[in-house]
């Protein structure tokens, strides 16, 4: 419980969409080249998903400067903060 | 549901009706918050073997197992990784990991749409009849994204990719968040894919209203619903000691009041909080309520809550009491304790009773169910409203259909109140919302689809829009009931959803991939927002012009020159729109006209007439309109309509300065 209380206060969700076309060669499959682009910028981050049709990418939970560092790499289109939907 | 769908004139034996088999083929995906799968309405009884097509299947975890699919209820799934990230691992003694639905809203969604018929369904005796789902052939496949903490828009994404991949062909999705661009809106992007390979996406419009401009799920790719209310209510009785009686809602079924009349108080000054007349929690004073009925105002808490805190504090029983945002709006609950819901004007009728300080006295009876209402539809009082806030160039919601007092299926987890005192278990409940019309219009568009499989989304939309209905049979508007006045397209939309006309619409304004590319393109968005949006490549040309406006779609929405402020002289401005109907029907030729109540605009259609010779024969025209400039803030409204005697295929026009 702790250990998740710290998390939530330090790291937010997000829904990483990655630019297939930037995918360098040297990766056989986009899996990789995304968990390779989380492990760059976040060293013990997970992934909780990754899309493969109705986007490109993953979602994940990072720190803020992990976020910026996610977002400076090669072939990462945006980040988008999740957000809570209702049931109406 | 029971009633809705006589209402709708879903009669069994109608000719247009598609088949129990072409309806089987229809797989309708929601989610939501589960299913409760030992329903009745999940019957598979009569059903052909699952079509070849679908890939999806029976996840199993917390008190569910893949036995409980059938030929009815084809998937189910669960998606919680994100619902967890934030809240930390589900609490399995509260809450299911699973497809099991925990709170109700799923089962009620997913039953609406698509359930067996069900003999003897009631709440307590209300609303009693056969249940059945807009589509009672079609399948259902439930995605879990929807826990009792909220939804995320990881596990939501997640069941949108999951729910696009096993071949759903209607996606229902019953929920909403706050408003963004289309490329940063989670639905609006995964419902593009879905569009992409051919499944419609059908949302609520939300129950933001009466106010202006509430709509969320906004996107021109996405069948956006609001609600409407049906020809049936629950009517309850508040008699007041000095003889007068008006005349509520309720679902009350318990013990009875006393035949005398009991004493009558205004929470708000049976409290020492400020916001005391809503009844909150532990707001009530016990020495001024004990034995008496109590009037809460509405809003603050939930309707039923408000029942539990009165009796909490010794009172009998409840009068909501509707403030100025819910107008004359009756919404019915099943209350623990005898409890009914008033109007606007009732209840300040009774609250000006109260002070006048001689003794107030009251009781209230409860009549059970009334049907054959009118003037019935009128648009629901929480329905949310137009204009579009994010593209008001496209009109939404898209048109409305039933969301009030709607008896669907239940979860046996809960009690039909939701509330955790209330220990009643019962296989239908009686709930509104957005989210009640949502299914009705996924379950509608799945018999479009049983009936047209080669239909896209955009023509299956088009179908249900410009069949709708904005009028009753007497010819008078639909009323909104937020101000008893006719309402407009900006809470209606294209009308009431009318599926029997639907089914042969006779032209449809289709639209493809490229049509909502260019869309995207006019609203002057990068390469990268496009491919956010998209999942794709798709490049502007830097040769064209793109319009807002010239998006092929069933509406307009025009927004017009506004007069500068301390100026009298009013400019001209024109907008010159250009569609396209597709022939779906027999040849035939159409002729175009134009109703508006306003002088001050013209509305010239070229050419006013249509011929078509062939099916899918397509045909461009231009509507151009004219108008002087008004102050900012002013909207006026048209329909225009193509009929060649047998089809009317007829669009709203909003125009706003």
Redesign the interface.
């Known amino acids: 419980k702790a250990e998740n209380k710290h998390d939530q206060l330090e790291r937010r969700t997000y829904i990483v969409h990655m630019d297939k076309s930037h995918m360098p060669a040297s990766f056989e499959d986009h899996h990789e080249w995304y968990y390779s682009s989380l492990r760059s910028a976040a060293d013990s981050a997970q992934m909780l998903y990754t899309y493969n049709s109705v986007i490109h990418g993953f979602s994940t939970r990072l720190t803020d400067e992990e976020a910026t560092s996610l977002e400076n790499q090669p072939g990462t289109l945006s980040l988008v903060p999740e957000t809570r939907y209702e049931l109406h | 549901t029971t009633r809705t769908p006589a209402f709708l004139g879903l009669g069994i034996n109608d000719k247009l009706l598609p088949t129990s088999t072409s309806q089987g083929d229809v797989i309708i995906g929601l989610i ?2 589960g299913v409760w799968p030992e329903l009745k309405s999940f019957d598979d009884m009569g059903l052909d073997p699952v079509p070849s097509s679908w890939k999806g299947e029976c996840e199993e975890g917390t008190n569910f197992k893949s036995s409980n699919c059938n030929r009815k209820l084809i998937g189910a799934r669960f ?1 919680c ?2 619902y967890e ?2 809240l ?1 691992p589900i609490d399995e003694s509260t809450e299911s990991k699973s497809p099991r639905d925990d ?1 109700g ?1 799923g089962t009620h969604t997913a039953t609406t749409a698509a359930g067996s018929a069900t003999t003897s369904a009631n709440l307590f005796g209300y609303a009693s009849g056969t249940a059945r789902g807009m589509a009672p052939h079609a399948r259902i496949a439930a995605y879990k994204a ?1 826990w009792l903490g ?5 596990d ?3 069941a ?2 999951k729910a ?2 096993e071949r759903v062909d209607i996606l229902s999705m ?5 408003i963004s661009e289309y490329y ?1 809106d ?2 609006a ?2 419902a593009f ?2 569009m992409k390979k051919g499944i419609l996406v059908s949302c ?4 933001a209203g009466p106010d202006s401009g509430s709509l969320s799920n906004l996107a021109p790719w996405i069948t956006t619903v609001g609600a409407g209310t049906i020809d049936r209510d629950f009517p309850a009785y508040v008699i007041l000691g000095d003889g007068r009686n008006f005349t509520g809602a309720s679902l009350y079924s318990g013990k009875p009041l006393p035949s005398k009349l009991l004493s009558l108080t205004y929470a708000g000054k049976a409290s020492n909080m400020t916001s005391g007349s809503f009844c909150m929690t532990g707001s009530l004073n016990s020495e001024d309520v004990k034995g008496k009925i109590v009037v809460c105002d509405r809003g603050g808490n939930s309707r039923v809550q408000k029942g539990l805190v009165v009796r909490k504090a010794g009172g009998v029983g409840m009068i909501l009491a509707n403030t100025e945002a819910y107008g004359e709006e009756l919404v019915a609950d099943a209350h623990l304790i005898p409890a009914a819901s008033l109007g606007l004007k009732g209840a300040e009728d009774i609250k000006k009773y109260i002070s006048s300080g001689r003794k107030p006295t009251a009781t209230i009876g409860f009549s059970g169910t009334e049907l054959g209402v009118q003037p019935s539809p009128v648009v629901a009082s929480f329905s949310s409203r137009g204009p579009n806030p994010l593209t008001p160039e496209i009109l939404k919601p898209d048109l409305i259909a039933p969301g009030v007092n709607i008896l669907a299926g239940w979860t046996g987890k809960v009690g039909p109140t939701g509330l955790d005192g209330d220990t009643r278990h019962v296989s239908f409940n009686i709930i509104s ?3 009640m019309s ?1 299914p009705h219009l996924s379950g509608l568009a799945a018999l479009v689809k049983a009936s047209h499989p080669e239909w896209s989304p955009a023509a299956i939309k088009s179908a249900l829009m410009t069949t709708a209905y904005t009028a009753y049979k007497n010819g008078k508007t639909i009323i909104d009931v937020a101000t008893g006045l006719p309402s407009t397209p900006f809470d209606y939309g294209a009308g009431h959803v009318d599926p029997i006309a639907a089914l042969d619409p006779g032209l449809v304004y289709d639209a493809t991939v490229k049509d909502y590319v260019d869309f995207l393109c006019a609203l002057n968005y990068s390469s ?1 927002q496009i ?2 949006t998209t ?1 794709e ?1 798709y490049s502007c040309s830097s040769s064209k012009t793109y319009k807002l406006g010239d998006l092929n779609y069933p509406s307009f929405a025009v927004t017009l020159e506004t007069t500068p402020e301390n100026q009298d002289r009013k400019a001209m401005s024109t907008m010159k729109y250009t569609r396209t109907l597709t022939n779906v029907g027999r040849p035939a030729t159409y002729k175009a006209s134009v109703s508006t109540h306003t002088a001050s605009l013209k509305v010239i259609v070229e050419p006013e007439s249509l011929s078509f010779n062939t099916i899918n024969e397509k045909k461009s025209f231009t509507v151009t309109v004219s108008a002087d400039s008004m102050p900012s803030g002013t909207s006026s409204f048209a329909h225009l309509t193509w009929s060649d005697g047998k089809h009317t295929v007829t669009s709203p026009i909003a125009f706003t300065w």
Not at chain 2, 150 to 154: A, E, L, M, P, Q
Not at chain 2, 174 to 178: A, K, R, T, V
Not at chain 2, 204 to 207: H, Q
């Open positions: 939501d918050t998606f990784k994100g990230a934030i930390g709170d809203h929807c909220g939804c995320f828009t990881s939501i994404l997640a949108m990719e696009i991949d019953s929920i909403g968040g706050s940063r989670t639905v992007v995964g894919t879905a609520s419009a939300g129950n919302g957005t989210s949502c990268d491919k956010h999942a490549e």
